[in-house]
């Protein structure tokens, strides 16, 4: 019983493989897969705070979502909110500190952009780069 993370290879080592053809052989593309580890939490502020750890460790510029508020980043910040946990200042550069956007919330910033801030990364929400490439 508890909750598990799944994450995946350090960037430099999926980047250093060449990636084989996987349209004939089934067992070549199972071996393709990256390795992932799994980690295990007894609770969920425990996984959330094991989530900020991967993301503090993998230190991306860029934290990208299909639907960023709404589905994947922002579910993971609403309910570090009901638990007292602040997850967008965790996955900051800076969680030591408040961000100049923390907490700010407009309409503009609603229907234009993913809405959530993390202060020293970038946060794209696929599906409103996809609208907007449409219109």
């Known amino acids: 019983e508890g909750l598990v993370l799944g994450s995946s290879a350090q960037p430099q080592q999926r980047h250093q493989q060449q990636q084989p053809d996987l349209s004939h052989d089934p067992a070549t593309a199972a071996a393709a897969v990256p390795p992932v580890q799994l980690h295990y939490y007894a609770d969920e502020i425990s996984l959330l705070q094991g989530f900020c750890g991967v993301v503090q460790t993998?230190?991306?510029d860029v934290i990208v979502g299909w639907d960023l508020q709404q589905g994947s980043l922002g579910y993971l910040s609403d309910r570090g909110a009901l638990l007292g946990f602040n997850l967008?200042?965790?996955?900051s550069r800076t969680p030591e500190l408040p961000g100049l956007r923390e907490g700010s919330d407009d309409a503009w910033g609603r229907a234009?952009?993913?809405?959530l801030h993390a202060t020293g990364r970038i946060l794209l929400n696929v599906w409103r780069c996809a609208v907007a490439s449409c219109e």
């Open 58 to 60: 993998l230190d991306p």
């Open 88 to 91: 967008l200042r965790a996955v």
């Open 112 to 115: 234009t952009g993913s809405g």
